[in-house]
């Protein structure tokens, strides 16, 4: 009995790993050794160590050391008035971050640095402002206030020992105001002071029963009480001290002193603190102590086995949602206040594999893992008791399921599943009575298949689903028989049963797997089998849940189905998938919370879904679980939720419902083309009025918003345009604008948390880019008068070139009218005497004389042409239509032919070229002389038209006509088509015999 008891349950060495999330190095914290974390108002967290300071904005870290204008690496403390100083104490006197500084700057430095006039003082230990606003500085040689405004600050010294001279005055550790008003001091090695608000000072040394140690940490707790920390390694010294809260000189101040002797890990207690939520926290350097108002031991201790640190618990700080964080040796360790708990081997499970989790009718809470003889732990509270029931040797073999396997029934009896049968151990009188008692094999009237899954419903019967081969049964505990449903349900080779729920109405559901699967109904003693025709998921189903509104849940691996009316004859599933924000579509598990949101377990983590939002929060390693295989979830009694998953069960005690805080946005870098832009390090909410030259087009803004909860992925929402613009939303915290147009442009950028709270004011940046010179007005203006200007002088070029051609026109034409055309007329003149005076002469000199005359006049004939084609003054369609009309007449009037001319109604003062005037009037010409000589007609029609930028001469005739097809030996027609293709026109003649010829001519007019 004794070996026994000792093999199956022995008391183990609770470790759970808590929700811890750490930050090293490795994350970009400066060190490792974190003295002390505060947090700032913007949300902001701040950690000193012994290289600087180090600034976390919830996803990294930014820097601040002696290259940045930090007076020495140690870094003991931060504070942030109310006036918004940011105070930082260092080794080597007190820096004042100024937001608007730069790195390394000597005109505008990003530190400020104060040193009190004690050279002895230059190590400012501890910073604390009190209800009234006074900054009180500790530092190694005594204690100071820090006064001033408007960045003029000084020192005032604060003599707290008249017995010891200035110079030598106590080094100050910590400070504390309590609700009286009294600031304690606490100093390195020289006890304990009380300065009053009357100014009036007391000092408490082992005379008042002060243990001989240095201070180390004060805190007042909620219910007024005063702990004083000290720092020591002794045994006998040191520890945590219960003071007297309102102390007498001459009187103990202290109530009680505890020490290692009473639980503490260490007697060196360097931090206190109490959370909103009442806990007392102490930090030693042997862990952190969760302090215990009753029990054995004053300390629950967490150390490195729960994912904390054994050594130096420096800082302790609670943030705005009431994570605790911790500063230790090992890194900056975040615990979260709703977190996941997770539970192992050393806690009572006999592997980490977990794959039952349920609970008996007195709410006590089990896991069962899938091991030979199906070992069971009992939850206490702190950790798990293991039992290993009493199965015969033959029970070599555990079976395969998971989630419904081990049960306690409503009687108090267990059922366990196994590969060689069912088995039931009756009520044992105690849980680990199991290890000894005779359990009972099951006769269920079928072979000793595998059983698979284990269900009790309503009524107190048992159903269970084995495989190998598939079947159904169900135990009727009023008749004590088994009833086999294997066929009613249709289960085969191709359908196992793999999950079971009793809904709202009394209707048992039972989900499938394999290739046929299904989702059956039994309902009044008939199965409803629901195929994946009728809308059943295709392949393994792995749960069944019922939430608080009665609507069933399917965990399946094509996503989470939720079914509304499960007394409905038909399936009609609402569907969550990937492309609703789940981490996989292969689910393994679900349930629900107190508020109604329900958690889906997949291979990927933990998503938590709001059915009525439909937001989607995600949960990982990071966040806490064992890791991302989460097979199995159940929710207790307590409204505490279970995961199983490969390496541990993690319990998780969700947050309730509150009015949450909306989310803080600032923008915290700005770039112009490239280059960085000087704004607040601390991030700013509003940034206007910023104007940009013309080619600096590209901007890029960096952002964070502030205020995420565990699992929660904030997202963001910009806008570029004003009011009315859209909110485009984003998960990047970088955005970049490029090529952007001239103008003014308002930049806004808010967060939005997975419930849809929206960051109550936008954080904005309104800039201007300039116009580029030649798009401002004046530019336009002057290209415009410059190009009238430079348009004004052409036209005057051109008129003048204009002009000195018509005035050389004119006196080309005036010169041959009047000298060549009057010597040509003289020849002709002079030829025709001669020929008259020679009269019954040689008649071959009266040929060349007649010759001479003949061709003198044609000589003046066509200098007339000339003299009127270059003649500027005859450029108009009135003057060709003179000049042609007069020639007609001259042509056909003496051969009795009938002329008609038609001219233009209007256009007649159009100006016409030199070029366009004489090709046109010779083409007209050489048609006339035509007509005059070989058409030996009796009507000759001529109309010219002007039409829009064309000329249209057509010259009509009613002779003999001629045969355009046939060659002929002249080479008129020819011309006149060569001279109207040369001037850009067209020429075409029509022409019958005997019906007359008809010429048309097509010219531009210029």
């Known amino acids: 009995m004794t070996i026994s008891l000792a093999c199956l349950f022995a008391a183990p060495l609770f470790a759970e790993r808590l929700p811890i999330k750490t930050y090293t190095v490795a994350d970009g914290l400066l060190r490792d050794n974190v003295y002390k974390i505060k947090q700032d108002s ?66 505008n430095p990003l530190f400020s640095v104060y040193l009190p006039e004690n050279p002895q003082a230059k190590i400012i230990s501890v910073l604390f ?68 608000p009357n100014g009036q000072v007391e000092h408490y040394t082992t005379a008042n029963n002060l243990p001989p140690s240095n201070m180390a940490s004060l805190l007042e707790d909620k219910n007024g009480r005063i702990w004083a920390g000290m720092r020591s390694h002794s045994n006998n010294f040191g520890g945590l001290c219960l003071l007297v809260a309102e102390p007498n000189v001459n009187q103990k101040i202290v109530e009680r002193h505890y020490t290692a002797k009473d639980g503490l890990p ?52 609670e943030d705005k949602d009431g994570n605790l964080w911790t500063g230790t040796r090992c890194g900056a360790k975040k615990k979260a206040r709703f977190g996941f708990t997770t539970y192992t081997e050393t806690d009572g499970l006999a592997t980490a594999a977990v794959n039952s989790i349920f609970e ?67 009520k044992p009188a105690r849980f680990e009575d199991l290890a000894n008692a005779a359990p009972q094999k099951i006769d269920t009237g079928t072979n000793d298949s595998e059983v698979f899954r284990i269900f009790e419903d309503s009524r107190g019967d048992i159903w269970i689903a084995t495989t190998q081969p598939n079947e159904l049964l ?74 608080h509104a009665g609507r069933l849940w399917l965990a399946s691996l094509v996503g989470l189905l939720r079914l509304d009316n499960t007394n409905d004859d038909s399936l009609q599933f609402v569907k969550y998938t990937t492309a609703e924000g789940l981490s996989s579509n292969g689910v393994y598990c679900v349930t629900e919370d107190a508020s109604g949101r329900i958690y889906i377990g997949t291979g990927r983590g933990l998503d938590r879904l709001n059915p009525q939002s439909g937001q989607v929060e995600n949960f990982t390693t990071a966040d806490g679980l064992p890791d991302s295989n989460i097979e199995l979830a159940y929710r207790d009694r307590n409204n505490a939720l279970w995961f199983a998953a490969t390496n541990g069960v993690a319990r998780f005690i969700p947050e309730p419902e509150r009015q949450r805080m909306p989310p803080t946005i600032l923008v915290t870098g700005l770039r112009v083309a490239g280059l960085v832009q000087p704004i607040s390090i601390l991030g700013e909410t ?28 904030l997202r963001y929402e910009y806008r570029l345009g004003g009011e009315r613009a859209e909110w485009i939303p984003t998960t990047e915290r970088t955005l970049n604008f490029a090529n952007l147009a001239s103008g003014d442009y308002r930049f806004e950028i808010r967060a939005v948390t997975a419930d849809r709270i929206y960051s109550q004011t936008p954080a904005s940046i309104s800039f201007r880019i300039a116009t580029p010179i030649w798009q401002r007005w004046w530019f ?55 020929n008259l005076q020679l009269v019954n002469e040689n ?126 030996d002249g080479n008129g027609l020819a011309n006149m088509q060569a001279r109207a293709e040369a001037s850009g026109g067209t020429f075409e003649i029509e022409s019958r015999a005997g019906r007359g010829t008809i010429v048309k001519i097509r010219f531009p007019q210029n």
Not at 282 to 289: D, I, K, P, S, Y
Not at 373 to 398: E, H, M, Q, W, Y
């Open 474 to 547: 169900r135990w009727e505990r009023a008749a004590n028989n088994w009833h086999n449903y294997t066929q009613e349900a249709g289960f085969s080779s191709r359908r196992i049963g793999t999950a079971f729920v009793e809904d709202k109405f009394g209707n048992l559901w039972i989900a499938t797997g394999e290739d046929d699967s299904a989702l059956i109904r039994y309902r009044n003693g008939q199965f409803k089998v629901f195929t994946q025709t009728d809308g059943a998921p295709k392949g393994w189903t792995r749960d069944l849940f019922l939430d």
């Open 780 to 834: 336009a203006a002057a290209i415009l008068a410059l190009a009238a200007l430079a348009i004004y002088g052409f036209y005057r070029f051109r008129l003048n070139k204009f002009l000195e051609i018509e005035r050389t026109r004119t006196r080309i034409a005036t010169d041959l009218h009047d000298d060549i055309g009057t010597n040509l007329s003289k020849i002709s003149l002079l030829s025709e005497i001669v």
């Open 843 to 968: 008649a071959e000199s009266n040929r060349l004389l007649n010759s001479i005359s003949e061709i003198s006049r044609e000589s003046v004939t066509s200098m007339s042409d000339i003299v009127w084609a270059i003649n500027p003054q005859r450029d108009s369609a009135l003057e060709l239509t003179r000049r042609m009309r007069g020639y007609a007449e001259e042509t056909f009037v003496e051969r009795g032919v009938r002329v008609a001319f038609n001219t233009p109604e209007d256009g007649e003062q159009t100006k016409l070229s030199m070029n366009v005037r004489r090709e046109i009037y010779l083409i007209f010409k050489e048609a006339v002389n035509n007509a005059a000589k070989h058409a030996d007609c009796k009507r000759l029609e001529i109309d010219l038209r002007l039409s829009g930028s064309e000329i249209f001469l057509q010259i009509s005739d009613d002779g003999r006509g001629l045969d355009v097809s046939q060659k002929t």
């Open 686 to 713: 509003e940034i206007s009025n910023i104007e940009l030259n013309s080619d600096e087009r590209q901007v890029t803004i960096e952002f964070v918003g502030l205020g995420a909860n565990l699992g929660e992925k």
């Open 42 to 107: 913007r949300g902001f967290l701040w950690f000193c160590t012994l290289e600087g300071i180090s600034r976390f904005d919830g996803y990294g870290f930014t820097n601040f050391t002696t290259d940045d204008g930090l007076p020495d690496r140690h870094v003991n403390d931060f504070l942030e008035t109310r006036q918004g100083y940011y105070l930082i104490a260092t080794d080597d006197g007190l820096a004042i971050l100024n937001p608007k500084g730069l790195r390394g700057a000597a005109e």
């Open 266 to 317: 260490s007697n060196w207690i360097p931090a206190l603190y109490q959370t909103s939520d009442g806990k007392f926290w102490v930090g030693t350097t042997g862990g952190l102590c969760l302090w215990q108002d009753s029990g054995d031991s004053v300390c629950k201790t967490y150390t490195a086995k729960n994912d904390l640190c054994d050594a130096e618990i420096w800082s302790i700080t």
């Open 129 to 196: 402002e009190d209800r009234q606003g006074t900054v009180w500085v500790g530092t190694s040689g005594g204690l100071f206030r820090f006064v001033g405004k408007d960045n003029q600050f000084a020192f005032e010294n604060v003599r707290i020992s008249e017995t010891l001279p200035e110079k030598d005055s106590p080094g100050i550790v910590c400070l504390l105001e309590d609700r009286r008003g009294a600031l304690w001091i606490g100093t390195q090695s020289s006890g304990l002071f009380r300065l009053l």
């Open 360 to 426: 008996n009718r007195d709410g006590e809470l089990f896991v069962s893992v899938n091991v030979v003889k199906r070992p069971v732990s009992r939850f206490d509270g702190a950790g798990f008791t293991l039992v290993k029931p009493n199965f015969p040797p033959s029970v070599d073999i555990s079976g395969w399921g998971w989630k419904q396997t081990v049960w306690q029934d409503s009687a108090g009896d267990w059922w366990f599943p196994t590969g060689r049968g069912l088995y039931r151990f009756p």
